[in-house]
């Protein structure tokens, strides 16, 4: 069974401060409260990597996403569909 939600995406790194910036990653299932599980990626190329090849996010989206991340600082892509299993291998559940 896929659990749905959103991928919340946040630049750790001041605009000002020189690249590559840190990025923080996590994932929260629609209607839960809680804490959640922050992953951190190293730069724009690894975050992009992560999103495309390991989570499966389509490049439209992740290069929106991406694009929000430049001009404001964070980012969602509001609905991602994983099992449980594939959650927990990625390191977001």
Excluded: C, N, Q
Excluded at 15 to 39: D, F, I, N, Q, R
Excluded at 54 to 64: D, S, Y
């Amino acid at each position: 069974m896929e659990i749905e939600g959103p991928i919340h995406l946040l630049r750790l790194d001041l605009p000002s401060e020189p690249e590559p910036w840190t990025y923080a990653v996590s994932y929260a299932p629609h209607g839960y409260s809680g804490s959640v599980k922050m992953l951190r990626r190293l730069g724009r190329e690894s975050l992009k990597v992560y999103l495309e090849r390991e989570v499966g996010i389509l490049p439209k989206f992740t290069e929106r996403a991406l694009e929000g991340l430049e001009r404001e600082g964070s980012a969602t892509i509001p609905t991602v569909r994983l099992t449980r299993d594939r959650l927990e291998a990625l390191g977001l559940l």
